[in-house]
């Protein structure tokens, strides 16, 4: 059984004593997972973060980060975390000597700096860069500096915090790449992201946030069992009238559409619907020139699973 390295009990914190932003969430993560925390803008994510990297105290409930109480022992939690914040910070010298300075607090010798700074600059695409002035970078060469110097010391868990906002798409996926590959080292991760397609990519298991709230936590496979909603089913057909066709079809009609030359519908049973179109099709003599089923998303548990605590159908 895996051990657990973040045990959150009873939760609850306000700002203004009057307004709870969480309320009485509970969840554990697992030594060597990425667990993702996802929620809309609000939700209660970024509090959450706050908490278990020390930087405010819960009013009520209690956290246990590697065993140690985060109301007692905030210093020996901060010593063993990392933790990259929404907002890139403004730093100072050159880029290569931030990291170096950064080494030199976590108490890296000279040689293993050096070898870290190597590795860091050729992952974040920062080598052509390195002698430049932090204050004198771009919006995303800041964002790359601000993540980069996170991995210059060793830790148990990194908590990550919108961790993408300003990276390009290339920038992005090796991120996450790289992340990958230090959770199968040991490392845990706490992730919170907008980007649904990284969450997905990355995390273990994943945790649903809204108003303060934990709707659901599960892995991922079997959030899309419970929560995924209708499968998408597309046919492009030739030599039929899809408007024809789709009056043939018994197939709510909430569910079915045409787009271009393109027969789309959302199904539960996309075989069925698969064996119903081709037989409606050879009826008409028609030809389907190629189909496609597509999987359930995060997007899809995401959108069930908030419209589900909101009332919404």
Known sequence: MQQNVIEVKNLRHTYDNKKYVLENISFEVRKGEVFGLLGRNGAGKTTTIKILTTLI???????????YDIKKDGLKIRSRIGLVQQLPSIEFTTVEKNLDIYGMLWGLNKKMRKEKIEELLEIFDLKNIRKKDAIDLSG????????????????????????TVGLDVVMRRNLLNYIKKLVNKGLTIVFTTHMLEEAEYLCDRIAVIDNGKIVTVDTLNNLKIKYGGKRTVEFKIKNINLNELKNKL????????????????????PYDIVEMVIDKVKQYNGKIMWLNIRDKTLEDVFLNVIGEENGIS
């Open 250 to 269: 018994n197939v709510n009609n909430d569910d079915i559409k045409i787009v271009e030359d393109r027969l789309i519908v959302l199904t539960e049973n």
């Open 57 to 67: 105290l819960p009013t009520y409930g209690s956290v246990n980060i590697l065993g």
């Open 140 to 163: 995303g060469e800041r964002r790359r500096l601000q993540i980069a110097r996170e991995f210059m010391h060793d830790m148990d868990i990194l908590f990550l915090d919108e961790p």
